[in-house]
């Protein structure tokens, strides 16, 4: 049997780190989860039963009442989150989710729930996985750990572009500053910021295209796989 490895993108918000994991993990016949959706769903689930997250007792109670799942979808051809059974991969792309999810995200108990369960999905390896801490913290061994940047603006346009094709009142102020909050809470926070593994390799696609980008990753996952053969 092909031996097969761990694969852990972080980076900043909206830089493409899930466009890259998606694609990565189609031609090498991986699985993808994006782990950023279930810090996106505990935040969707917290904000509909109207859970104050500043107490930890509620938090607890709350968590043990959330299951998270992920299931292949044969018409997207993507694998989606549900939430207690419901399909949300759509519902926790909105700007009210991405408006608390930092804050979410920086719980001790919220992180911990999560992180149990990305280690149990990547358990067989042969999982692209993407972040803010997957290379540090949750698959600290795996074998090819990528770390992606971009210049703040365009990935401000990025994120403008996508968010604007679903609702045409949102503005670009909006988007930048929540990109920028979010930059700074995730990499601020005590448990787990967002940091550059020592042994990762950056890719920066300011200037990169999807096909240069995902070239760039093959190559990478490629010369690993040798290693290993
Ligand atoms: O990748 P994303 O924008 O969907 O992530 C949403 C938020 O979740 C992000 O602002 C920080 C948090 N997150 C995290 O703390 N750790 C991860 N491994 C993934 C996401």
Redesign the pocket.
């Known amino acids: 049997m092909k031996p097969k490895i761990t694969i852990t993108i972080d980076g900043w918000?909206?830089c493409g780190?899930?466009t890259l994991a998606k694609q990565l993990a189609k031609v090498l016949g991986y699985v993808y989860i994006?782990?950023?959706?279930m810090?996106?769903a505990i935040t969707l689930y917290f904000l509909r039963n109207h859970i104050d997250w500043t107490d930890e007792k509620e938090v607890t109670e709350a968590l043990n009442n959330i299951s998270i799942e992920f299931h292949y979808n044969d018409v997207s051809q993507q694998s989606e989150i549900y939430l207690n059974g419901e399909n949300v991969e759509y519902v926790i792309r909105d700007l009210v989710i991405?408006e608390k999810?930092?804050d979410v995200?920086a719980i001790e108990s919220v992180r911990s729930f999560a992180v149990a369960q990305q280690q149990k999905l990547g358990m067989y390896k042969g999982i692209v996985m993407?972040?803010?801490?997957?290379g540090t913290t949750?698959f600290p061994d795996a074998e090819l750990k990528i770390f992606m940047t971009a210049d703040t603006a365009v990935r401000v346009e990025r994120r403008f572009k996508e968010l604007y094709a679903k609702n045409p009142n949102i503005t670009i102020e909006e988007v930048k500053n929540n990109l920028e909050m979010?930059d700074y809470?995730?990499s601020n926070r005590k448990i787990?910021p967002l940091r550059k593994a020592e042994d990762a390799i950056e890719i920066d696609n300011t200037n990169l295209s999807m096909e240069e980008q995902l070239r760039k990753a093959i190559d990478l996952a490629e010369k690993k796989l040798k290693r290993l053969a």
């Open positions: 918000s909206s780190k899930s994006d782990s950023g959706a810090y996106r991405a999810v930092s995200a993407d972040g803010r801490d997957i949750v979010r809470i995730d787990s």
